[in-house]
């Protein structure tokens, strides 16, 4: 089946670090990719997605580029802010013609913490 | 164009009570889906309508049991409550079709104590 593995958190930087949050996926089909962002009692939102490889999903300064090749969906940031501190989930979800059911897959989850 | 909206954001029950939780998904989507997190389990899925027809179900007890209205609005009820059901219940909406996508919003989340 699905699944997708993220990196153990917390993840702890300093203000105007460099952010690299790795994300690996096994799926049957051709999945689009997505990263939600959850800040603190708050739901999931939508932050980025991309649907074929070499896509390039980019939003608030966060990029991702799907990566067929490795089955990879890294996010990465070139300079992350204090207000960027929230747990980061990554997910695919294949589509219902390639035999998915469109519910999409998550990874647990990794907890970023930056400090000023 | 509004988000999804849940409703209500927090409650306290006692074990062996039931609860409802209601959501509206973002106008035009007419698949909601049903989500618990809890910091050991993580997200998981609990069910999916899609006009209103259970389209797909996670691995949760019958305790736990939803609907799609005409409208798309849905509910989930929980029975006989548990000290375990305590958690976060997030719900989401998609289009849910290949012409309208698969990408899922999710609302803000109802928190749920059981005592």
């Known amino acids: 089946g699905d699944s997708v593995t993220q990196m153990e958190g917390p993840v702890t930087l300093s203000e105007e670090a460099f952010l690299t949050i790795n994300c690996t996926y096994t799926?049957?089909?051709?999945?689009?990719l997505f990263w939600y962002v959850q800040y603190p009692g708050e739901g999931l939102q939508l932050l980025l997605k991309?649907?074929?490889?070499?896509d390039k999903g980019s939003n608030k300064g966060f990029e991702a580029t799907y990566r067929k090749e490795t089955t990879s969906f890294h996010l990465e940031k070139g300079s992350v802010q204090v207000s960027d501190s929230a747990v980061y989930f990554c997910?695919?979800?294949?589509?219902?013609?390639?035999?998915?059911?469109?519910?999409?897959?998550f990874g647990r989850g990794t907890s970023l913490i930056v400090h000023p | 164009k509004a988000g999804v909206t849940q409703t209500p954001r927090y409650l306290i029950k006692t074990r062996g009570q039931q609860v409802t939780l209601s959501c509206s998904p973002i106008?035009?989507?007419?698949?909601v889906s049903w989500y618990q997190q809890t910091p050991g389990q993580g997200l998981q899925f609990l069910f999916e309508y899609f006009s209103e027809t259970q389209r797909n179900k996670g691995n949760f007890p019958g305790r736990f049991s939803g609907r799609q209205f005409s409208n798309s609005r849905s509910e989930m009820n929980v029975s006989t409550l548990e000290l375990g059901d305590s958690a976060l219940y997030l719900c989401?909406?998609?289009?849910?079709?290949?012409?309208?996508?698969?990408?899922?919003?999710f609302g803000e989340g109802s928190w749920l104590t059981v005592v």
């Open positions: 989401a909406s998609s289009g849910g079709d290949v012409v309208t996508g698969n990408t899922i919003y």
């Open positions: 997910a695919l979800s294949e589509s219902r013609a390639s035999g998915g059911s469109y519910i999409p897959t």
């Open positions: 991309a649907t074929k490889a070499d």
């Open positions: 106008s035009g989507h007419r698949s």
């Open positions: 799926a049957t089909g051709y999945p689009s």
